[in-house]
């Protein structure tokens, strides 16, 4: 994968419930479904739904997770916002969007 195809793809949000508090604090309301999550809610009492608070770079960055906006244009963003605070920009970014792939909470848009 060439890196600079990968940040001109344009991360959208999955079908995610999230809601933000007074202070800017984005929680996602993930739902545990699929066998495994279904035996571990019985076994352990895994929760239907899991609650994951993002960091601060995370509420920044997940409203503007739209499809609209590549890498790239989100990259210029958090720059703006964050200043220094977030280099190394890209690899942070690029890392974090994987990240958020890999937990299928966003996909690509075309």
């Not at 999230?18 to 929760?47: C, R, S, Y």
């Not at 608070?53 to 990259?75: A, S």
Request: glycine share 6%.
């Amino acid at each position: 994968k060439n890196s600079e195809n990968y940040l001109e793809k344009k991360p959208i949000r999955a079908n995610i419930q999230w809601d933000t508090d007074e202070n800017g604090n984005i929680t996602l309301h993930v739902e545990n479904k699929g066998a495994m999550n279904k035996i571990a809610q019985m076994l352990f009492k895994k929760p239907k739904i899991s609650y994951i608070h993002l960091d601060e770079m995370g509420n920044f960055v997940w409203p503007l997770l739209d499809g609209e906006q590549d890498i790239i244009e989100i990259g210029k963003a958090v720059k703006a916002h964050f200043g220094e605070k977030a280099e190394p920009l890209y690899e942070r970014l690029s890392k974090y969007i994987q990240t958020l792939e890999s937990y299928r909470f966003i996909e690509f848009k075309e």
